[in-house]
């Protein structure tokens, strides 16, 4: 049985939009739905009610269910689809289904349960700490490029983004953009060295390609755009997702006590890129 693409819905606008782009992607991938909303009490101050009264979030949450299934279904009626009513708190509870998932796909801003938090903060969050790739999606979102765009760096950690891009370029026939940002090393205590900057470039041509290679091989038909950058990771991210239908990127923070938490870039393209935007992680072991 395939682990499920699940989606965290609350009936905003933002959340009907990660409901249309996670029916696209589980009918491209053959996976199923599941529609989770998770109803937080306290968030509001409100106890839970008795069971001889409706509960307002209660009823709430099983319209915003509702809503995402019919918009899936309409859009995308060959997907399987299962719904959740959660208690808890938003964050934990899409953070925790994350062992169970495929992917998690949020809106970038809720209303309901995640009503009052600035974006990111529940999204930020999740990408940060769920053990699967996380998509945020801004509403107005539109696949028309035909174009995903990836961060590529020379760690190990950004091999699971790659290969989570090179599957959905392969999945959308569409071009993948590898973008590799790079600067000058810094030395703050020896100005008086010299680089030469085409060489240094050329080393970093060569990262890029070795690194591209292993993919190449194992996805042949796509169509692969190599693209050195001289600048800052986030403004170049940002400027590529200007023409992308998707941007990847890897998650490389990590918490004090070895928690994963999102790192700088990825939590700065969440709040400007201008296209849905796929964090990924590496799976624990």
Not at 27 to 37: K, M, N, T, W
Not at 87 to 95: H, Q, S, Y
Not at 205 to 222: G, I, N
């Amino acid at each position: 049985m395939p682990l499920p693409i699940i989606v965290g819905t609350d009936g905003s606008p933002e959340a009907t939009s990660a409901v249309e782009w996670a029916a696209d992607d589980a009918a491209r991938r053959g996976l199923p739905l599941r529609f989770v909303s998770v109803v937080d009490h306290w968030a509001y101050g409100i106890p839970k009610f008795p069971a001889t009264l409706a509960d307002p979030l209660t009823v709430h949450a099983e319209r915003a269910l509702e809503a995402a299934e019919a918009t899936a279904r309409e859009r995308r009626p060959e997907v399987e689809i299962s719904k959740e009513i959660v208690e808890g708190i938003p964050a934990r509870i899409l953070r925790d289904r994350g062992r169970e998932a495929e992917e998690i796909v949020l809106g970038s801003r809720g209303l309901g349960g995640f009503a009052g938090l600035v974006i990111g903060s529940v999204s930020t969050h999740v990408a940060g700490h769920a053990p699967c790739p996380v998509v945020v999606v801004r509403t107005g979102w539109r696949d028309t490029h035909a174009r995903v765009v990836v961060g590529l760096d020379d760690s190990a950690e950004c091999d699971p983004a790659l290969g989570y891009a090179f599957e959905q370029a392969r999945l959308r026939r569409a071009t993948l953009r590898a973008v590799f940002a790079w600067q000058l090393p810094v030395h703050t205590l020896a100005p008086e060295i010299a680089y030469d900057v085409s060489e240094v470039r050329e080393a970093r041509q060569r990262v890029v390609t070795r690194k591209l290679d292993t993919w190449r091989r194992l996805h042949p038909e796509v169509d692969v755009q190599e693209d050195l950058v001289y600048g800052h990771p986030v403004q170049a991210l940002t400027e590529a997702s200007g023409d992308a239908d998707l941007l990847v990127v890897g998650s490389h923070g990590r918490g004090a006590l070895g928690s994963a938490v999102l790192g700088s870039v990825g939590r700065a393209v969440l709040h400007h890129a201008a296209c849905p935007v796929a964090i990924v992680r590496p799976r624990a072991a």
